[in-house]
């Protein structure tokens, strides 16, 4: 796990006595088996559908007698508190509290963004103060809800002046809680987001079955032209845009190969 960034993970704990202490929020999920936990001296078997937080700064020891299966939250503690749920961490409610089982099933698989995170997070305290508690703040949920726009138009040329309109935020407000939810700035997220769009589309043919365009690919992707778009390419990779491809179909094809022989 970055220091900025939640880390999502199925882990399967050994059978022996192991000790551990992070600067980090730990929650976990039982889906299978069972684990014996024991935070701050307390004791707890975390099973199917069992919850249990495991506070930054607590030392804790664990055992699996048998196989397991556990959905492990890595949570930045500043990225809790930037999203408003570090109270799951201090509800004693929490503590060995048993999902409902629509909650379990809808919990983030590993890869899951970090919106989907973030709503089911929100929606487990929510359960824990037995619907008293607070949703997700309006300007978080609206900064949250913008992501799935953004990916989806990534052609666009935005600007922090426009996405702060979106979510009603003055742009240093809005610079500030993008970068503590999702642990970069704005500009270096949009240009993530549009290199990973950009390596798909370097290996995906069109109906015709040839290549899209460099100036195709970058246009598409929300880069100024060709050249633009190479220069950053290089600088995430490398290699130039041109090269990943023709790297990437060596491998493919190698791959198409080794399955014939």
Known sequence: MSAHAPLIEHRHYPDRVLSD????QQLL????GMVE???GGRGLRVGPGVLAPVPSGET??????????ILVLDLPVAWCQALGVEGIFENERARGYRA????????????????????????LQHALDEGRGRPLPAPRLRLLELLPRLRGELAHPWRVKEMAALCHLSEAVFAR????LLGVPPAVWLRRERLALARQLLVTRTRSGSAMALSEVALVCGFHDAAHFSRVFREAHDVSP????????????????????
């Open 21 to 24: 202490r992070h600067d980090f």
């Open 29 to 32: 999920l039982g889906r299978g």
């Open 100 to 123: 409902p089982a629509s909650l379990v099933e809808a919990a983030p698989a590993p890869g899951a963004g970090v919106e989907a995170l973030a709503r089911w997070l929100s929606r």
């Open 60 to 69: 804790h020891h664990y055992l699996a007698p048998g196989a397991n299966d």
């Open 177 to 180: 809680q993008f970068r503590e």
């Open 242 to 261: 041109g090269a990943w491809r023709r790297q990437a179909a060596t491998a493919t094809h190698n791959r198409s190969e080794s399955y014939k022989t």
């Open 37 to 39: 936990l024991d935070v």
